[in-house]
C-alpha cells in the first residue's frame, strides 16, 4: 500500500472520476490527467487546498465527521461511498490477532442445507465460498465450497459462458471485496489476493484502481446461462451472517415464471447434500 493511506488512495481514485461538467465547473484548458484537480476538490468541500493535498497524501488521515461528509458531498458520493469515507477516515482499526479458517455457524449450514428448491451459499471475508447447498452448486459450478469467486469471476474463462452480463458481474465482486475488507487494506491475505489478481486480470487491475464499494446486504437481479437447461433470470438476496464477516447470498426465481420452472428442473438433479 503506498504511503497515502486507504484515505488518501480513496480520494485520489474518485477525485479522478469526476469531470469539472459533473459538479458544474468550467473546464479551463487542457487537463493531463483525468478528474477534477485536488484544488477543486477542496474548493467544492469548503477546505484549504493545503489542507485537501494533505489528505490525499496521507499526512493528516482522521479528519473531522463534518469534513468527511463535505468531501463526500464534492465527489458525488452515494451513501454506501459515503459510509465507507467514514470509515476510511475513523480511528485506526485494533489490528486483528492471524485470522483462523472461517466456519459457517451449524445453525446456518442446517438452513442452508435443507433448502432444496433454494440456490443458496455462504461467502466469507475474502470472497471464499464456506459452504453452498447442492441446487446452487447445480445453478453454477463456481457455487461450491473452497471457490474464490474473484478468481473464478477474472481469471476462469469458463465463468464467461455462465454470465451474460460478466462486465456488471465483476464489478460487483470487487466492489463487494472493498466493502467486506474496509480499511483494512494491508490485510496479508487481501493484499496476497489483490497482487495475483492484478497479476493476472487487466480488467481487475482497472476495477480495483476505481474504489467503489457495494453494500454488504442487499438484492438485485442475475441472468445465468446454464449449459444443460438454459438461460434462468433470477432475483438474489445477500444478508450479513450475524457476528462474522460472511454473507448469506439465496437465488429465487419469480413465482410461476419460465425461469422458475427451468430451476425446479435443476432441483432433482441434485441428490441428497
Do not use: C
Not at 504511503?3 to 488512495?9: K, Q, R
Not at 455457524?105 to 447442492?134: C, I, K, M
Not at 474504489?211 to 438461460?231: I, Y
Not at 413465482?255 to 425446479?264: E, I, N, V
Amino acid at each position: 500500500m503506498s504511503t497515502a493511506g486507504p484515505l488518501g488512495e480513496y480520494l485520489r481514485a474518485r477525485r479522478e472520476l469526476i469531470g469539472p461538467g459533473d459538479v458544474g465547473l468550467p473546464a479551463h484548458g487542457r487537463r493531463r490527467v483525468p478528474g477534477l484537480r485536488r484544488e477543486e476538490a477542496a474548493l467544492l468541500a469548503g477546505i484549504s487546498a493545503d489542507y485537501y493535498l494533505r489528505l490525499e497524501q496521507g499526512r493528516d488521515r482522521h479528519p473531522s465527521a463534518q469534513v468527511l461528509d463535505a468531501l463526500a458531498r464534492a465527489l458525488l458520493l452515494d451513501a454506501e461511498a459515503t459510509a465507507h469515507l467514514h470509515r476510511l477516515g475513523g480511528p485506526v482499526p485494533v489490528r486483528r490477532p492471524t485470522r483462523r479458517a472461517e466456519r459457517v455457524p451449524t445453525g446456518v449450514r442446517q438452513l442452508v442445507g435443507s433448502w432444496t428448491e433454494t440456490p443458496a451459499f455462504v461467502h466469507g471475508r475474502y470472497l471464499d465460498v464456506l459452504f453452498a447447498n447442492p441446487l446452487a452448486t447445480a445453478l453454477a459450478p463456481v457455487f461450491s465450497a473452497g471457490v474464490n469467486l474473484l478468481r473464478a469471476v477474472f481469471l476462469d474463462p469458463s465463468v464467461s459462458a455462465l454470465y451474460p452480463a460478466l462486465t456488471a458481474v465483476a464489478a460487483n465482486a470487487v466492489a463487494g471485496l472493498r466493502a467486506q475488507v474496509g480499511p483494512e487494506t494491508d490485510d496479508p491475505r487481501l493484499t496476497d489476493l489483490v497482487d495475483e489478481l492484478t497479476a493476472g486480470s487487466e480488467r481487475f487491475r482497472r476495477l480495483w484502481a476505481r474504489h467503489d464499494v457495494s453494500a454488504r446486504a442487499g438484492g438485485g437481479s442475475r441472468v445465468f446461462r446454464h449449459p444443460q437447461v438454459g438461460e434462468l433470470e433470477l432475483r438474489y438476496e445477500k444478508f450479513i451472517v450475524s457476528g462474522t464477516t460472511q454473507s448469506l447470498v439465496v437465488y429465487h426465481a419469480e413465482p410461476g415464471s419460465p425461469s422458475a420452472r427451468t430451476l425446479a428442473r435443476l432441483a432433482p438433479t441434485t441428490g441428497p447434500g
